[in-house]
């Protein structure tokens, strides 16, 4: 028997939610930290994981699988209506072309007198999240799909737990400091929107996917309402009308609200859980708020060092283990 891993996951079962609480942005833009701006990570670790996530999805894009993958390349405009403090955002030299907006580029938007442009990575949480399982099952992984009451369930089925149930940890490990921070927004027919857009601190979006174009936003704290609101949709698409006149001619307007997966820094943790002379090693990796995408691969690397870890440490602990 090789090493048996149980993942509570997330990235991988979006499309499946067993509490209902799960995010379905299920469309990721990749170049925005405003997500962590309350954050306790330093900002050298969002960095890296930004960069690794970055480079891995590239890398996609930049394959055959791009386009079953869901992983695109997207340029566009973040825009502002005063001029911002920091002269560049830490990311600037991640994205692409990262560079100041014209002033001929910035007629588009009479409100606005400063502007940045730039390449970036927009990530189909509906085709990547599939894509990322058909891997996982292709490499001998095995899925199976159940609500877990207490991470004790697991044992002795597998040696080591890897904890990413995002805001499931509340109930699943007590954490009390992860919340939901709210997001609703609108997938509407707009054919014809080809950049995106992002106002200031990105409260107010426009991003075009595949199939259709996603208009935002709401960040609405400790609300855990995932019925949409007829009075926000009403706002976003007065905001994004604001920003890109033509969206009020888009069609086929559907509301969608998620939960962001909040905490003051993500949770990238071992503990050693001990019951009855038993030792259940776990890898916490949850908290990711309103950047999961645009870090997931980089912290997921480091929750992969952290499971290393825990092998090591069962091996020694117990020489007879298959591990
Ligand atoms: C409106 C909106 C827009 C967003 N935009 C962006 C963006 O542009 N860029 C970006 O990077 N990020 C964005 N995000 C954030 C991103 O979606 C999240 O950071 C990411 O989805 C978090 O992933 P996760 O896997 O950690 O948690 P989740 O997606 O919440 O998944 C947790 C999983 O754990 C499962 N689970 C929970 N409890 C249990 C249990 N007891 N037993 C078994 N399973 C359990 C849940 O069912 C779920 O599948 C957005 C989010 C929203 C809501």
């Not at 499309?15 to 170049?31: E, N």
């Not at 394959?63 to 002269?87: D, K, M, R, Y």
């Not at 509906?126 to 899925?143: D, F, H, I």
């Not at 007590?174 to 200031?200: C, E, N, T, Y």
């Given at each position: 028997m090789?090493?048996?891993?149980?993942?509570?996951?997330?990235?991988?079962?979006?499309?499946?939610?067993l509490t209902g609480k799960t995010s379905v942005g299920a469309r990721a833009f990749c170049g925005f930290q405003a997500a962590f701006a309350e954050t306790e990570t330093p900002i050298h670790k969002q960095k890296q994981w930004f960069r690794e996530t970055f480079d891995h999805l590239f890398a996609i894009a930049n394959s055959a699988e791009?386009?079953?993958?869901?992983?695109?390349?997207?340029?566009?405009?973040?825009?502002?209506?005063?001029?911002p403090t920091e002269e560049a955002p830490f990311w600037a030299d991640v994205v692409l072309?990262?560079?100041?907006?014209?002033?001929?580029?910035?007629?588009?938007?009479?409100?606005?007198?400063?502007?940045?442009?730039?390449?970036?990575?927009?990530?189909?949480?509906?085709?990547?999240?599939?894509?990322?399982e058909k891997?996982?099952?292709?490499?001998?992984?095995?899925?199976?799909?159940?609500?877990?009451?207490?991470?004790?369930?697991?044992?002795?089925?597998?040696?080591?737990?890897?904890?990413?149930?995002?805001?499931?940890?509340?109930?699943?490990?007590?954490?009390?400091?992860?919340?939901?921070?709210?997001?609703?927004?609108?997938?509407?027919?707009?054919?014809?929107?080809k950049h995106f857009i992002r106002d200031g601190s990105g409260l107010t979006y426009i991003y075009p996917g595949v199939s259709n174009v996603s208009l935002g936003g709401s960040?609405?704290?400790?609300?855990w309402n995932?019925?949409?609101?007829?009075?926000?949709?009403?706002?976003?698409?007065?905001?994004?009308?604001?920003?890109?006149?033509?969206?009020?001619?888009?069609?086929?307007?559907?509301?969608?609200?998620?939960?962001?997966?909040?905490?003051a820094g993500i949770r990238l943790q071992k503990e050693f859980l001990a019951r009855n002379g038993r030792r259940l090693p776990v890898v916490h990796h949850y908290g990711h708020g309103s950047g999961g995408f645009c870090v997931h691969w980089g912290t997921a690397l480091e929750a992969a060092r952290l499971l290393s870890e825990c092998v090591q440490a069962l091996r020694t602990s117990t020489p007879n283990s298959k591990l």
């Amino acid at each position: 028997m090789g090493s048996s891993f149980a993942f509570p996951l997330s990235l991988w079962a979006l499309d499946q939610p067993l509490t209902g609480k799960t995010s379905v942005g299920a469309r990721a833009f990749c170049g925005f930290q405003a997500a962590f701006a309350e954050t306790e990570t330093p900002i050298h670790k969002q960095k890296q994981w930004f960069r690794e996530t970055f480079d891995h999805l590239f890398a996609i894009a930049n394959s055959a699988e791009a386009g079953e993958a869901g992983v695109h390349l997207i340029s566009g405009w973040q825009i502002f209506q005063n001029i911002p403090t920091e002269e560049a955002p830490f990311w600037a030299d991640v994205v692409l072309g990262f560079r100041k907006m014209t002033e001929v580029e910035l007629k588009k938007f009479p409100q606005h007198v400063f502007g940045q442009a730039f390449t970036t990575l927009k990530c189909e949480g509906s085709a990547y999240l599939p894509w990322l399982e058909k891997r996982v099952k292709e490499s001998g992984g095995q899925l199976l799909t159940r609500r877990i009451e207490d991470l004790w369930e697991l044992h002795p089925s597998f040696d080591i737990v890897v904890n990413c149930s995002g805001l499931g940890s509340r109930e699943l490990v007590g954490d009390l400091k992860i919340f939901p921070v709210r997001g609703q927004l609108l997938k509407v027919q707009a054919p014809w929107v080809k950049h995106f857009i992002r106002d200031g601190s990105g409260l107010t979006y426009i991003y075009p996917g595949v199939s259709n174009v996603s208009l935002g936003g709401s960040r609405q704290k400790g609300d855990w309402n995932l019925v949409p609101d007829a009075e926000i949709s009403r706002d976003i698409l007065s905001r994004c009308c604001a920003l890109e006149p033509s969206l009020h001619g888009a069609c086929d307007i559907k509301e969608k609200v998620g939960l962001r997966p909040f905490r003051a820094g993500i949770r990238l943790q071992k503990e050693f859980l001990a019951r009855n002379g038993r030792r259940l090693p776990v890898v916490h990796h949850y908290g990711h708020g309103s950047g999961g995408f645009c870090v997931h691969w980089g912290t997921a690397l480091e929750a992969a060092r952290l499971l290393s870890e825990c092998v090591q440490a069962l091996r020694t602990s117990t020489p007879n283990s298959k591990l």
